[in-house]
């Protein structure tokens, strides 16, 4: 297996998307889903699935490993791709460096799969990492099939749009985004409109650092809450939004995304859900101690650290490099990998009053004994 091979991660009591055993198993990275797709009879490889993606993206290692020339060109074609139910096809695919995206996941991509493949309906299981594709009946895609509206919209860019309730009253149409760990973001616009900018209301800047009432609107990656989002009949109370800037499409995410299990007919226009714990939730407080993992870089986290936050007032700061979380040492390069990632976050969204002892290293080592609080 070449450096882009599989790594094969199995969690026990996965179970197969709407009871069905024709699924691929992916792994789970930082909240996306990957997954392994064989690439002219060899790999498997690591391809993130991403619901918006108009065409597959491959790495220029991956390409230089199967020996596609693209020097000078950004599409290479490739004879054959395997992936789960969908037939053995040709491909074209775009030529990009994933390099900061394998980094931020802690995995080494060899490419991006579209969701959408012509002719199937994709069903996707966040939980347990499984996703599959179902043939169209021939109906289906045509229209013929129902009297009822579309639930599922493709936008300019070949994006799947759900329509969602904000608030109670404000009808949106929201891109379903697999590559965005986040559950909602919205744009300043919306945010606006649904009255989630007024005063009083707190929100949690970039640079982590809680306020209320500021005159001007918060900047993209500040995080809020809005008072209510329902979407596939479930209603979700207080939920975390993602700021955006201005003209951005506001989406719904994987932290969204994953309290389903989804299916998205893109020709067919619909839109299923199914949803996992009922229909009515609502989002917890945001707690920890103001650390948030970066990037992996040549086996060791670097972190982002909350101005204001437990971890900043004992002097850590955004860019450090994470060494230990209580009894958990992560010292020697090369043993973070990215499913270990999960278990660091586990550590750091902790619960108010929960204490952990971290050593990071920045301009020189520190260790420091924190203590969780609400965030947001």
């Not at 108009?54 to 791709?81: C, M, N, W």
């Not at 500021?214 to 993602?242: F, M, W, Y």
Request: with cysteine.
């Amino acid at each position: 297996m070449s450096r882009f091979g599989w790594i094969v991660l199995l969690w026990a009591g996965c179970h197969a998307v709407w009871a069905q055993d024709d699924f691929v198993q992916g792994a789970e990275a930082r909240g996306r889903l990957v997954i392994p797709v064989t690439l002219n009879g060899s790999g498997p490889f690591a391809f993130l699935l991403d619901t918006c993606l108009p065409r597959p993206v491959i790495t220029p290692q991956a390409a230089t490993y199967l020996r596609l020339p693209f020097e000078g060109d950004t599409i290479v074609h490739v004879k054959s791709v395997i992936c789960g139910s969908i037939p053995d096809h040709g491909e074209s695919m775009a030529v990009e460096d994933l390099t900061d995206l394998s980094q931020r996941l802690g995995i080494e991509l060899a490419g991006l799969l579209p969701a959408h493949q012509p002719g199937f309906e994709v069903k996707i299981d966040f939980e347990s990492a499984q996703v599959r594709w179902v043939r169209l009946e021939t109906e289906a895609v045509s229209g013929q099939e129902g009297t009822q509206p579309p639930s599922l919209k493709v936008d300019s860019v070949g994006a799947p749009c759900a329509s969602v309730l904000l608030c109670g009253q404000h009808l949106r149409a929201l891109r379903i985004d697999s590559a965005a760990a986040d559950g909602l973001a919205l744009n300043t616009a919306d945010l606006e409109a649904i009255g989630a900018l007024r005063a009083g209301n707190p929100w949690l800047t970039p640079d982590g650092e809680p306020a209320k009432g500021r005159a001007s609107a918060p900047p993209p990656g500040t995080r809020l809450r809005i008072a209510q989002l329902k979407v596939g009949g479930v209603t979700i109370e207080n939920p975390v939004c993602l700021v955006l800037g201005e003209n951005e499409p506001g989406y719904l995410g994987v932290g969204l995304l994953r309290l389903f299990h989804i299916g998205l007919a893109y020709e067919a226009g619909r839109f299923q859900t199914e949803p996992l714990r009922g229909n009515a939730l609502s989002d917890p407080p945001l707690s920890g101690y103001g650390i948030a993992l970066d990037r992996l870089t040549e086996g060791y986290w670097t972190i982002r650290v909350a101005k204001g936050s437990p971890a900043h007032d004992a002097g850590l700061r955004t860019g450090d490099v994470l060494l230990k979380i209580g009894d958990l040492a992560l010292e020697t390069a090369g043993q973070t990998p990215g499913a270990f990632a999960k278990e660091i976050e586990r550590r750091l969204l902790a619960a108010p009053g929960t204490t952990l002892e971290v050593r990071a290293r920045g301009k020189e080592d520190r260790t420091v004994a924190l203590t969780a609080q609400t965030l947001l």
